[in-house]
Structures are given as structure tokens and as C-alpha cells.
């Protein structure tokens, strides 16, 4: 099939040294949100083939792809998502082949590896020189993951190469679970998102390190330290997780995150106390409240109410949370209070999201 050539090139600016810089424009795409189909994910497998960027559904979240082996086309992520270049990528894959290729693979991790994948998990392991050091932020670690999502099989496969990919929103806004979210935040910088509808998980996956022991969660997600240790032992969360104030040894884990536009605020407890300081807020400026199902009749000074569900199912709220917050910002309030969950099991991941959104405005109540 022929790929259409983009409408705009690059862009050579001078930068403050008098030096030229080679910059995308990011009016270079009339983006298409194309249902999936064999000519789809050809014509998308096409453009990464060629350098060029393409979003693609995931179970987790949607990703922002480009061939993990062609270190031109993975410095355009870089650009069109606004990320800082210390922060190392993801590489996609969907055969355990090339686990091998791309990072030395002790028994450990490959058992985890036939055990939790296809799935939401991620594991650090020291890296082969094929990984180019623009990946992996030129440290000696990479992360690979291999989805489930049969789109994202289907696309590594039809590109056959590992695909590295972020969550396809520009840095510090939610992660897209959905494809008309990463149209609003990268509408122009690509030219193709597969659309796969709603991403089931909702949140990114849990990234493991698995290059020395104690095996670390360095983010958490669906997987939990429990479901590790069903196969491996020794696994630990990182102090940062945990405890606010430790500095989180994974480099993406330190930036401001999954931000809404609107101050955000999270409150977790079932006391009425908690229900009364929200309403009191909500009463003071134009609010949102993403709420717990038996919760909703609880506020009334609310303007806008979203439900997230009940608050015995952790895994509806980490399906629903990013795609909220995004829309309660297209709802245009000024802020939006948040209740929050005891931080066990997938409730940790949940929470690491939700505190990050919030930029640490986190109030608990009594239970
Ligand atoms: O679910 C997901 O993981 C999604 C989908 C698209 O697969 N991807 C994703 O990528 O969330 P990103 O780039 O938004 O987050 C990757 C996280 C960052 O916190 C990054 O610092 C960490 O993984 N990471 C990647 N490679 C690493 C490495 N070699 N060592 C430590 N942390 C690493
Ligand atoms: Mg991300």
C-alpha cells in the first residue's frame, strides 16, 4: 500500500547557541482515527516501517509507537509527547524470541515472562547492544512488555520489529484509554490512531525490575507484589511508592503526572466528616466529584458527578480514572475531588495514579 507523504517536513530553527535544530512541526499530520482492519493495521505497520509514529490501542493504555530499533524514529516520541529525554521507553514485543534480543533473560524473569505475559506487566532487564541507547535513556537497563491487546499483537507483528512506546498523551496529562483522547492531546503530530476502543485496565502497567534482587516494583499497577510472588520470590515495591518523600528509582516515576487541568484533590475514609469537607470545597468553586457508586446522593454541591463504581471494585475505578479526569476537564470545571481507596493490592496502582494527579493533595479521613 502507499503511505500518502506528510503535508509538512522538518523544521530547521536556530537554537540560543546559534546553532541550527532540526524540530517536527506539529502541524505534520492530518491525524485519522482509523477503525481496525487488515488494511489498517498494514498501513499503520507501513509508517512505523518508515519512521514515522503511530497511537495503538493496548489493555492498559494506548501507546505511542515507532520502530524500537531506529533511533530517529524514536526521538520524534521524544518530541511530539513533550517527554524528557532521561526518561527511558518501553519495547513492545509479541513473541518471546525476541525477549532474547533485546536483554539478557535469567530463569527468573523468563518463567515471569511465560507466566504474566501477554499481560500488563514490564520487566527491567540489562540490555543487548541492539536496544539503541535513546530508548533506554542511555542507561544499561530496558523495560520490555508484550500486551494483550490483539491489535498491539497484530501491529508488532505486521511491523516486525519491537515497537517502543509511551502512553500516547503529551507528558503530564493522563494516559489515554481511549482513541479519541489521544487524538485530543497529539491531533497533528501523527498521522494514524488505530482506534481498539476502551482500554479494559485503564492504567499503565506494573514495571518490575528484574535485572538484580530484591526484585522491585518500580511502578505499580494491575500486577501486584502477590502476583509475583505466586512464581518468583522476593519482591518488593519501591520505598517511593510507599512512603511519600523517597525519591522513586524509576526515572518516570518522579514527574509531575497524569494531571487534569483542574486542581484536583483526593479524599479517602467513609466518614461523614469526609463528605462534608468535600461538599464545603465543592460549594466554593465550580466542581467535579468522581465518586463511588453508593456515594452519589452525597453531593449535592457538586456541579458535575462522575461514577466510578462501587468501591469494592478497585478494578472499575482504574478502568474509569484517566478517562474522568480527562472528561471533567472538557466539562470545564475548577476542580475536581477525587475518593480515594485503601492503598492493597491493585488499590496501590490505582493510588499511585490518583496522588500523582492530584500532585500529592491527598486528605484522609477516618474509615
Ligand atoms: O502500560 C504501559 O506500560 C504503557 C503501554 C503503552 O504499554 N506504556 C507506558 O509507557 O506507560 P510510559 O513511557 O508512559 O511509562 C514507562 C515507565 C516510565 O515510568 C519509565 O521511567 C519506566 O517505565 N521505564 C522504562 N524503561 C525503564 C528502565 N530501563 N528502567 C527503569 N524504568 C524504566
Ligand atoms: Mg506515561
Known sequence: MRIKSPWLCWKILINKEGMPTKILDHKRFATKIKEVDDCSIQEAAKFLQQGELVAFPTETVYGLGADGLN???????FIAKGRPQDNPLILHIHNLQWLGKLGYVAKDSLFLAEKLWPGPMTMVLYKKDLVPDIVTANGDTVGIRMPSHPVAARLIDAADTPIAAPSANVSGRPSPTNAQDVFDDLNGKIPIVL????SSIGI???VIDMSQKPYTILRPGYYTKEDFELFVDEVQYDKSILKEGEIPKSPGQKYKHYAPKATTVAYVGTSDEKFQKMNQS????RTGVLCFEENKEKFPAAKEILVMGKSSDVESMAHHLFRYLREM?????????VEGLPEKGIGIGVMNRLRKACGGKVKIFES
Do not use: N, P, Y
Open 329 to 337: 476537564d472538557k466539562r470545564q470545571v475548577d476542580q475536581i475531588l
Open 204 to 206: 499503565e502497567s506494573t
Open 282 to 285: 465543592a460549594k466554593r468553586k
Open 71 to 77: 533511533a530517529e524514529a524514536v526521538k520524534k516520541i
Open 195 to 198: 482506534d481498539g476502543g476502551d
